[in-house]
Protein backbone atom coordinates (compact mmCIF):
# COMPACT_ATOMS: atom_id res chain seq x y z
CA UNK A 1 0.00 0.00 0.00
CA UNK A 2 1.26 3.44 -0.52
CA UNK A 3 2.08 5.81 2.28
CA UNK A 4 0.63 8.71 2.81
CA UNK A 5 3.72 10.90 1.78
CA UNK A 6 3.33 9.39 -2.15
CA UNK A 7 -0.13 9.57 -2.20
CA UNK A 8 0.58 13.66 -1.08
CA UNK A 9 2.88 13.88 -3.42
CA UNK A 10 0.54 12.57 -6.01
CA UNK A 11 -1.85 14.94 -5.52
CA UNK A 12 0.62 17.76 -5.53
CA UNK A 13 1.64 16.68 -9.35
CA UNK A 14 -1.99 16.19 -9.78
CA UNK A 15 -2.96 19.63 -8.57
CA UNK A 16 0.45 21.06 -10.58
CA UNK A 17 -0.55 19.44 -13.80
CA UNK A 18 -4.40 20.94 -13.10
CA UNK A 19 -2.54 24.46 -12.78
CA UNK A 20 -0.67 24.35 -16.07
CA UNK A 21 -3.55 23.18 -18.18
CA UNK A 22 -5.42 25.85 -16.40
CA UNK A 23 -2.67 28.67 -16.96
CA UNK A 24 -2.48 26.97 -20.63
CA UNK A 25 -6.08 27.60 -20.69
CA UNK A 26 -6.09 30.91 -19.54
CA UNK A 27 -3.06 31.69 -22.39
CA UNK A 28 -5.27 30.26 -25.09
CA UNK A 29 -8.14 31.94 -24.07
CA UNK A 30 -6.49 35.48 -23.84
CA UNK A 31 -4.77 34.66 -27.25
CA UNK A 32 -8.19 33.48 -29.10
CA UNK A 33 -9.74 36.75 -27.44
CA UNK A 34 -6.83 39.14 -28.92
CA UNK A 35 -7.26 37.14 -32.23
CA UNK A 36 -11.33 37.59 -32.12
CA UNK A 37 -10.75 41.89 -31.51
CA UNK A 38 -8.23 41.60 -34.25
CA UNK A 39 -10.56 39.77 -36.56
CA UNK A 40 -13.97 41.95 -35.47
CA UNK A 41 -11.82 45.16 -36.18
CA UNK A 42 -10.54 44.05 -39.79
CA UNK A 43 -14.60 43.56 -40.31
CA UNK A 44 -15.66 46.80 -38.96
CA UNK A 45 -12.85 48.42 -41.23
CA UNK A 46 -13.81 46.44 -44.14
CA UNK A 47 -17.59 47.73 -43.17
CA UNK A 48 -16.01 50.81 -43.27
CA UNK A 49 -14.30 50.52 -46.24
CA UNK A 50 -17.77 49.53 -47.80
CA UNK A 51 -19.92 52.00 -46.58
CA UNK A 52 -17.37 54.45 -47.83
CA UNK A 53 -17.16 53.09 -51.52
CA UNK A 54 -21.34 52.43 -51.65
CA UNK A 55 -21.24 56.46 -51.22
CA UNK A 56 -18.59 57.10 -53.55
CA UNK A 57 -20.34 55.37 -55.81
CA UNK A 58 -23.82 57.01 -55.41
CA UNK A 59 -22.10 60.60 -55.65
CA UNK A 60 -20.44 59.17 -58.97
CA UNK A 61 -23.50 58.08 -60.26
CA UNK A 62 -24.89 61.54 -59.20
CA UNK A 63 -22.17 63.73 -61.07
CA UNK A 64 -22.83 61.30 -63.79
CA UNK A 65 -26.55 62.18 -64.15
CA UNK A 66 -25.58 65.79 -63.85
CA UNK A 67 -22.81 65.79 -66.36
CA UNK A 68 -24.99 63.79 -68.69
CA UNK A 69 -27.61 65.91 -68.25
CA UNK A 70 -25.67 69.17 -68.87
CA UNK A 71 -24.31 67.77 -72.07
CA UNK A 72 -27.64 67.15 -73.36
CA UNK A 73 -28.71 70.41 -72.67
CA UNK A 74 -25.51 71.92 -74.44
CA UNK A 75 -26.08 69.58 -77.36
CA UNK A 76 -29.60 70.96 -77.97
CA UNK A 77 -28.39 74.43 -77.19
CA UNK A 78 -25.75 74.00 -80.00
CA UNK A 79 -28.30 72.63 -82.38
CA UNK A 80 -30.64 75.16 -81.70
CA UNK A 81 -27.89 78.16 -82.53
CA UNK A 82 -26.22 75.73 -85.38
CA UNK A 83 -29.95 76.55 -86.80
CA UNK A 84 -30.00 79.69 -86.25
CA UNK A 85 -26.68 80.31 -87.66
CA UNK A 86 -27.19 78.20 -91.16
CA UNK A 87 -28.80 80.91 -93.05
CA UNK A 88 -26.13 83.67 -92.20
CA UNK A 89 -23.48 81.09 -93.02
CA UNK A 90 -24.91 80.20 -96.24
CA UNK A 91 -25.48 84.19 -96.88
CA UNK A 92 -21.68 84.47 -96.04
CA UNK A 93 -20.57 81.58 -98.69
CA UNK A 94 -22.94 82.62 -101.38
CA UNK A 95 -21.41 86.35 -100.90
CA UNK A 96 -17.86 85.10 -100.75
CA UNK A 97 -18.56 83.21 -104.17
CA UNK A 98 -20.16 86.18 -105.76
CA UNK A 99 -16.83 88.20 -104.56
CA UNK A 100 -14.49 85.94 -106.04
CA UNK A 101 -16.79 85.86 -109.31
CA UNK A 102 -17.07 89.75 -109.65
CA UNK A 103 -12.89 89.76 -108.92
CA UNK A 104 -12.10 87.36 -111.59
CA UNK A 105 -15.01 89.16 -114.15
CA UNK A 106 -12.54 92.57 -113.29
CA UNK A 107 -9.30 90.30 -113.65
CA UNK A 108 -10.39 89.14 -116.97
CA UNK A 109 -11.24 92.97 -118.00
CA UNK A 110 -8.88 94.34 -117.27
CA UNK A 111 -6.21 91.42 -119.02
CA UNK A 112 -8.46 91.82 -122.19
CA UNK A 113 -8.72 96.15 -122.24
CA UNK A 114 -4.50 95.62 -121.77
CA UNK A 115 -4.31 93.42 -124.73
CA UNK A 116 -6.62 95.74 -127.11
CA UNK A 117 -4.13 98.75 -125.81
CA UNK A 118 -1.26 96.32 -126.57
CA UNK A 119 -2.61 95.21 -129.43
CA UNK A 120 -4.02 98.35 -131.09
CA UNK A 121 -1.23 100.99 -129.51
CA UNK A 122 0.79 100.79 -132.85
CA UNK A 123 -2.51 101.80 -134.70
CA UNK A 124 -3.50 104.45 -132.55
CA UNK A 125 0.52 105.72 -132.48
CA UNK A 126 0.13 106.14 -136.06
CA UNK A 127 -3.43 107.30 -135.85
CA UNK A 128 -2.26 110.02 -133.45
CA UNK A 129 0.93 110.86 -135.64
CA UNK A 130 -1.63 111.32 -138.80
CA UNK A 131 -3.99 113.53 -136.93
CA UNK A 132 -1.07 115.12 -135.76
CA UNK A 133 0.51 115.85 -138.93
CA UNK A 134 3.92 114.33 -137.36
CA UNK A 135 5.55 112.65 -140.10
Given amino acids: ?7 MLALGKLQEGVDRLRVDFQDEKGMAHESRAVIH ?8 QIAHME ?11 QVR ?5 LKETVEKNQGIVTPAIDEWKRMK ?4 GISGLIAFAGLTIGGIVAY ?16
Fill in 1 to 7: MASNDDI
Fill in 97 to 100: TLGV
Fill in 41 to 48: QRLDNQAL
Fill in 120 to 135: MSETAVAAVRHWLRIP
Fill in 55 to 65: TTIAVSGQIDA
Fill in 69 to 73: GEIQA
